[in-house]
């Protein structure tokens, strides 16, 4: 492991390894990704469901999605490395009358940007997903341009990327602190030894608080689990078998039942499905609660019916790194010059790294952005009540 390097990125998930490629695009090679598990990719990123979307509530999120998907989708002629992904749409189901109001004014602020998102009333919706129970739901959204993504796939591409370039990265590293010259970052410590540099990029995750207690900066990020399961039929066998035709979709569709944040899309020969629980407090926990598992049914058996007999072949659980207001920290500390934080997208932090990561790039470099980053200063929650991201899945 080098000593000396010009920029060191601690974590590497999706956003860590999407800005060492981004600053390697603009000649900062002498970086150093450090990730602590043996493997890239091991914390959020790939537990994640690998969804990506336009269908935000917030302008700035609607912008990093679109720049985030057009990258997706031609990222093997941009990054090198292909990947797999499939643009089946994302379908949100609005049951509550506050929602309908809400999303009414989100699709408005969508097509305003360009983005092809359409209103369907319940027996539309339920044509675009066989086996949906549509019951109670009083109007829904539909964006052919979302879809599903590989994360492992990404973060490796971005990964190879960047060592092709001459990033050096590092694993099974853990840091285990940050000298300060003063205000300004001078050396980051691990348990490989320390390494000189004036610039730290905080990519850890829900880990990301962690860090910056390190030099005494507060990055309000806390770690929420998420569970996801894979449903077979219930007497094996894959749902595209003929005896199962017509009881879930054939594409990728990412269904989202808004009210009760159950979600569901096909993988492979299963239906992964999900669902947050209201209960869950922070914490780095990340066994699979099978407890919860009769309230996922509960409410996956009331839109998609077939999952009442299904067997649940595996599960994992994950870490969401939630803000208070559900948006991103992108950029630097004023209280530590050469500290940056690139963290907290509560649930959408794969599918914006590749914009996210290109944007605080171009930071780092001195060069104009193109972004408005105020919605996701890291003094913003002591400046004022931000207004936050409400399409939180």
Not at 155 to 163: D, E, I, L, R, V
Not at 171 to 197: C, K, W, Y
Not at 242 to 255: D, E, F, I, M, S
Not at 306 to 312: K, Y
Request: with cysteine.
């Amino acid at each position: 492991m080098k000593q000396t390097a010009d920029a060191v990125i601690i974590g590497g998930g999706c956003m860590g390894c999407s800005v060492a490629w981004h600053l390697s695009q603009l000649g900062i090679t002498n970086t150093l990704l450090i990730e602590r598990e043996p493997q890239l990719a091991a914390g959020s990123t790939g537990k994640n469901a690998g969804g990506v979307r336009h269908q935000f509530s917030h302008a700035a999120n609607i912008a990093l999605s679109i720049e985030s998907i057009a990258m997706i989708r031609n990222f093997e002629e941009v990054v090198g490395s292909p990947i797999d992904f499939h643009q089946d749409g994302y379908l949100f189901l609005l049951s509550k009358t506050a929602d309908v109001a809400a999303f009414l004014v989100n699709v408005q602020l969508q097509k305003a940007d360009g983005i092809d998102v359409r209103w369907l009333s319940a027996p539309e919706a339920a044509a675009l997903a066989p086996g949906l129970d549509v019951t109670g739901v009083k109007g829904a959204t539909y964006c052919p341009a979302d879809g599903v993504a590989d994360p492992n796939g990404v973060t490796m591409g971005f990964a190879h990327g960047a060592q092709a370039k001459g990033v050096e990265i590092v694993r099974d590293t853990e840091v285990t602190g940050i000298r300060l010259d003063g205000a300004r970052v001078a050396e980051v410590r691990t348990s490989r030894g320390n390494v000189s540099t004036p610039l730290v990029v905080n990519a850890a995750g829900p880990w990301a608080k962690s860090i910056g207690r390190m030099i005494g900066v507060d990055v309000p990020v806390e770690p929420e689990r998420r569970h996801i399961f894979i449903a077979s039929p219930p007497k094996g066998g894959a749902w595209d078998d003929a005896t199962h035709a017509g009881q879930v979709p054939t594409n990728k569709l990412l269904v989202i039942d808004f009210e009760t944040g159950f979600y569901f899309h096909r993988e492979g020969a299963g239906v992964l499905f999900g669902m947050g629980d209201p209960d869950e407090r922070p914490g780095f926990d990340i066994t699979v609660r099978w407890d919860f598992l009769p309230k996922v049914i509960e409410v996956a058996m009331r839109r998609l019916p077939v999952l009442a007999d299904a067997a649940v072949s595996h599960a994992w659980a994950g870490l969401y790194e939630m803000t208070p207001d559900h948006n991103p920290i992108i950029g630097v500390s004023g209280d530590v010059d050469g500290f940056y934080t690139i963290a907290g997208f509560s649930g959408h932090g794969f599918q914006h790294a590749p914009a996210a990561g290109r944007i605080l790039a171009d930071v780092i470099a001195g060069r104009d952005p193109k972004f408005d980053l105020t919605p996701f200063a890291l003094d913003r929650f002591e400046k004022r009540a931000p207004a936050g991201e409400g399409n939180v899945v």
